[in-house]
């Protein structure tokens, strides 16, 4: 492509990322609700010197309360939510910048940059999410700052930094604690490149981030066999046979009972189908046929198969806990696009388009999100 068209195409997506911007503001507007309300009286009994949700102490994620806590303003409430959901904004914006570090590092063209970026921020799932009070934003900023990391040459401030932002997306979503294999694959590249060197920081930082686990553990263990936590994550583990039933509901085969849909597998495609309650075993399958093998071709890298591996692993983590729905998948998009990138570049389509292809799905996204602004304004103003 030549350079003035090349101008031209990074001048759109750049657009589409500040619409998308302006477009997630609209949460501003929508007051709090839902999972929202219960991290709210979870923030008010934090500051009160109890991690309660009512009358008993709670099992739920800890991250996303006291970072609720943090932002409370008795005097002016709602001062504090939305500086809060500002806060979840810029989250957003450092993970994408370590998606657009670790694209750079894998050669990967800067219009090609801007295109993934682009069509992240307009995806109608990170419109609605990413600037709510959820943990969604929280975890994507932890995730690829985790990406980028395990994917940068062994050194002693970077490995500090995986254990940094693997705690932070463990005590946000417990099941992250899934990419704990990847640590280990990193340990061992560390190792490999410097056993002397690397060997006592490995052991003297992992002990170190490994207490507050432990003692979170230890925490969680005792409230679970009284049965004292309100709401639960864990009772999804409590059924007759819950492995077998979770994976059920983790490939969509049975709806679980704590939810109103089918989840899992067939939801994968609502993640790129702005339909409420979209759900789609053959479409589903295929977009995730398509990722897979635009990275497998590329696993050979250390990077890509370090982001295979997560993705992967995270992705069956949903499945053994019997759960999976666009919001989840969410933190995981830019790796998918990566895959579609790469599986476009394999099939020999021309560059320019992809890039038309891009900016068609990124335009008719933020005509969506465009209707929906005007829907929400004229309702809650």
């Not at 959901?85 to 810029?90: A, D, H, Q, R, Y």
Request: aromatic share 18%; hydrophobic share 50%.
């Amino acid at each position: 492509m030549e350079t003035k068209q090349i101008i031209i195409h990074k001048r759109f997506f750049i657009a589409i990322i500040i619409i998308s911007v302006l477009s997630a503001l609209r949460s501003l507007l929508i007051p709090v609700h839902a999972d929202e309300l219960t991290y709210s009286k979870l923030a008010d009994n934090i500051l009160l010197g109890q991690y309660y949700l009512v009358n008993n102490p709670s099992s739920i994620a800890p991250t996303i309360p006291f970072v609720f806590a943090l932002f409370k303003i008795k005097t002016f409430p709602v001062l504090g939510i939305i500086l809060n959901k500002i806060f979840n904004l810029c989250l957003v914006g450092f993970g994408f910048r370590f998606i657009a570090l670790y694209l750079k590092q894998q050669n990967v063209s800067p219009i090609f940059i801007g295109g993934i970026l682009a069509l992240t921020a307009v995806n109608p799932n990170a419109v609605a999410w990413f600037s709510t009070l959820y943990p969604e934003s929280l975890i994507f900023f932890g995730f690829w700052g985790f990406i980028y990391y395990v994917s940068r040459p062994p050194k002693q401030s970077y490995l500090i930094k995986i254990l940094a932002f693997f705690i932070l997306m463990v005590f946000t979503r417990y099941l992250y604690a899934v990419l704990g294999v990847v640590i280990l694959l990193c340990y061992y590249d560390y190792l490999k490149e410097n056993f002397k060197n690397y060997s006592l920081p490995i052991v003297t930082y992992s002990l170190i981030f490994l207490i507050p686990v432990i003692l979170w553990a230890k925490y969680l263990l005792n409230i679970e066999e009284q049965n004292l936590s309100e709401i639960s994550y864990f009772n999804r583990f409590k059924v007759g046979n819950p492995l077998l039933y979770n994976i059920k509901c983790g490939l969509g085969l049975e709806q679980h009972h704590e939810v109103d849909k089918i989840n899992g597998i067939p939801a994968f495609a609502s993640l790129f189908i702005p339909i409420t309650g979209f759900r789609n075993y053959l479409i589903s399958f295929i977009l995730i046929f398509g990722f897979v093998c635009g990275l497998v071709k590329h696993l050979k890298r250390p990077a890509v198969s370090k982001l295979f591996i997560s993705s992967m692993l995270i992705m069956l983590g949903f499945v053994f806990a019997g759960t999976g729905f666009s919001r989840y998948w969410l933190v995981l998009l830019p790796s998918f696009y990566l895959g579609y990138y790469y599986l476009f570049k394999l099939l020999n389509i021309r560059d320019k388009w992809i890039v038309y292809g891009s900016q068609l799905v990124s335009f008719i996204y933020i005509l969506n999100e465009i209707r929906l602004d005007i829907l929400i304004v004229n309702k809650y103003l």
